[in-house]
């Protein structure tokens, strides 16, 4: 999920950001339709996600979080990746997540991050 400086849009609606059954391209082109009327100083942006891991009961054993910040651009550059990536490039990098090698973006992504810190969870549990 992408947050920006737009009322936080697309937010936890990123797929459906455009209406149902959208394209990336359509919903990419919404968010810059709707970046256009803010300053380059509220482009930034984040993506957000969060791995669960419940026991057989259902009960929630820990929640991992991944952030990851960085900055909107005004037209998508790149031919990797999916959804927003062609217009999000992470803080640190000049490149969007389209233009990042899989092996870069698998270590700096929000999802990277987020199964990392469980990956720590599981391993813990595991020697206890």
Known sequence: ??????????????????????????????????????????????FVAFVAISDANGSVLNVSEGICEGTIISSPRGDGGFGYDPLFVPDGFNQTFA?????????????????????????????A
């Open 1 to 46: 999920m992408v947050l920006t400086k737009v009322d936080g849009a697309p937010g936890v609606y990123s797929a459906r950001y455009a209406g149902e059954n959208t394209s990336d391209a359509d919903r990419r082109a919404l968010l810059l339709s709707e970046l256009a009327k803010v300053s380059d100083v509220n482009r930034r942006a984040r």
């Open 99 to 127: 233009e990042l090698s899989e092996d870069v973006k698998n270590i700096i992504s929000h999802r990277a991050r987020a199964l990392l810190n469980t990956r720590h969870f599981l391993l813990n549990m595991v020697r």
